[in-house]
C-alpha cells in the first residue's frame, strides 16, 4: 500500500499507536471474551482512555480532535486483532455519535456528545426492524404526537450496544402509511444493563441522564461471531420522548439514515479490511513456520496462490476503503465508491479466513489458532449496514442515474 496517497505523518502515528494497543492489550484477551461472550468492559475502558471512542470529534464536543480518516484507521487496525471491538468503536461512533453530530442542534450536541465522544457512555442507532431489514423505509414503530412529547411504540432488533448502551438514535413514523416522508428520527436513552460493571470499571453509565420512560433492552443474541459485541432487541412501550429530543426536521429520518449509512459502510468495510488481513498475517506466519515433507508449507506452490490472491485482494480493498474515506473527509459524493467498498471487502473477508483456516490444516480447525473466530466474525459484515445484494442495487442505482428513474 502506498500509505502517501492518503496519510501523513500524524496518520500513520495514529495507526502505530492503535496498532500496538490492539497487540497488547486486545490480542491476548480476545478468544476468552469471545468464548464467554461477554462485553469486554475493561479494554473498551482503556479504548476510551486513548480516545479511540472519540476519534473524529472536536475537542470542544469532548473528541479525540482528529480527522475521519484517522478514525477509519483506527476501525482497519483493531478489526486485525478482534472484529468485536472494532465493532464497538464503529458502532458507537458512526451510528450512535455521528447523527447528533450530523443533524442535532447545538443544544443536542452539547447534551449528548461529550458523553459519548469521551466514551463516559456508549450510544447505538435503532433502525432495523422485525419486518424492516432490507427494507428499511418499512418502519413500523410509530411515533404519536402528544403535545410538548411524542409516544414511541415498536421495537428494533440487531441493536449493537442495546444492552450496554445508554444514548440512542431511533427511527420511527410520524405519519401512517409507508411513505419514506414520514420517519423521523429520535434520540432516546435508557440506563445500562450491565449497570453493575458499569460502576466497577468507571465507563458506561451516566447517572446525571435523564433516562426515557419506556425504553428497555431484550435479551442477549448468542451470536456465530462478534460475539463480545453487545447485540439485543430494543423495545418502545409507550415511551414517552420529549419534543427536544427529536433530531433534526420532523419526517426527515429517512434522509438522515441514508446518510448514516453511506458512512456506516466504510466503517464496516475498513472493519472487513481488518479481518482479512489480520487472517492474512496469520496464514503468512504459520505456513512460514509450519513444516511437512521436510519444508516450511510457505515454500509450496498451492500456498503461493492463496497468499497471493488474498495480498492482491487486501490491496484492492485498502485502495477502496481508503479512497472512499477520503472522499467523505472532503465532503466529496461518496455514496456508490461507499457500498463499493463494503461489498468488496466484505465478501474479501470471507474468502481470505476461509482460505486461512483451509491454510492453518486441521489447527485451523480450533480455537488454538484465531483464523476461525477471525472466519465467524466475518460472515456478519455481508449482512450488517445492508447486505451485499443491497449493496449491489445501490451501486447499480448510482451507475445507472437516469436511466432507473426513466
Known amino acids: 500500500m ?83 471491538h472494532s465493532i464497538t468503536v464503529s458502532a458507537h461512533t458512526t451510528l450512535g455519535t455521528s447523527p447528533i453530530v450530523d443533524f442535532g442542534t447545538d443544544e443536542q450536541k452539547r447534551r449528548f456528545v461529550p458523553l459519548l465522544a469521551s466514551g463516559r457512555v456508549l450510544g447505538g442507532f435503532g433502525l432495523t426492524e422485525p419486518g424492516a431489514g432490507s427494507d428499511a423505509g418499512g418502519t413500523a414503530t410509530t411515533a404519536l404526537d402528544r403535545g410538548d412529547h411524542y409516544v414511541l411504540n415498536g421495537s428494533k432488533i440487531f441493536i449493537t450496544h442495546a444492552g450496554v448502551g445508554e444514548i440512542f438514535v431511533c427511527t420511527a413514523r410520524t405519519e401512517p402509511g409507508k411513505t419514506n416522508r414520514g420517519i423521523t428520527a429520535f434520540i432516546v436513552t435508557k440506563e445500562t444493563t450491565d449497570k453493575a460493571a458499569a460502576l466497577e ?158 491454510l492453518h490444516g486441521g489447527y485451523g480447525y480450533t480455537t488454538e489458532y484465531p483464523v476461525e473466530r477471525m472466519m465467524r466474525d466475518a460472515k456478519v459484515c455481508e449482512i450488517g449496514e445492508g447486505t451485499s445484494e443491497i449493496q449491489r442495487l445501490v451501486i447499480a442505482r448510482q451507475i445507472l442515474g437516469d436511466l432507473l428513474d426513466d
Not at 308 to 315: C, Q, R, S, V
Open 2 to 84: 502506498d500509505d502517501a496517497l492518503f496519510f501523513d505523518r500524524h496518520h500513520l502515528e495514529v495507526r502505530e499507536m492503535v496498532r500496538d494497543f490492539a497487540r497488547t492489550e486486545i490480542a491476548p484477551v480476545a478468544r476468552e471474551y469471545d468464548a464467554t461472550a461477554e462485553f469486554p468492559w475493561p479494554t473498551v475502558k482503556k479504548m476510551a482512555d486513548l480516545g479511540l471512542l472519540g476519534v473524529p470529534w472536536p475537542h470542544e464536543l469532548g473528541g479525540s480532535g482528529m480527522d475521519y480518516l484517522s478514525y477509519i484507521i483506527t476501525v482497519h487496525e483493531l478489526a486485525k486483532v478482534d472484529a468485536s
Open 201 to 358: 470499571h468507571g465507563i458506561g453509565h451516566e447517572p446525571s441522564l435523564p433516562y426515557t420512560r419506556g425504553v428497555r433492552a431484550g435479551k442477549k443474541e448468542d451470536k456465530m461471531g462478534w460475539r463480545a459485541s453487545d447485540t439485543r432487541e430494543l423495545y418502545f412501550e409507550d415511551a414517552v420522548v420529549p419534543k427536544e429530543n427529536v433530531l433534526g426536521p420532523v419526517g426527515e429520518g429517512f434522509v438522515q439514515f441514508l446518510r448514516t449509512l453511506d458512512s456506516g459502510r466504510i466503517g464496516l468495510a475498513a472493519l472487513s479490511l481488518g479481518i482479512a488481513e489480520g487472517a492474512y498475517e496469520e496464514a503468512l506466519r504459520y505456513t512460514s513456520a509450519r513444516k511437512q515433507f521436510g519444508r516450511p508449507v510457505a515454500a509450496f506452490q498451492g500456498v503461493h496462490f492463496a497468499l497471493a490472491d488474498m495480498a492482491t485482494e487486501i490491496e484492492a480493498g485498502w485502495h477502496l476503503v481508503y479512497h472512499s474515506a477520503w472522499l467523505k473527509q472532503h465532503d466529496k459524493p461518496h455514496k456508490k465508491e461507499a457500498a463499493m467498498a463494503k461489498l468488496f471487502c466484505s465478501e474479501l473477508a470471507m474468502r481470505a479466513t476461509i482460505k486461512a483456516v483451509q
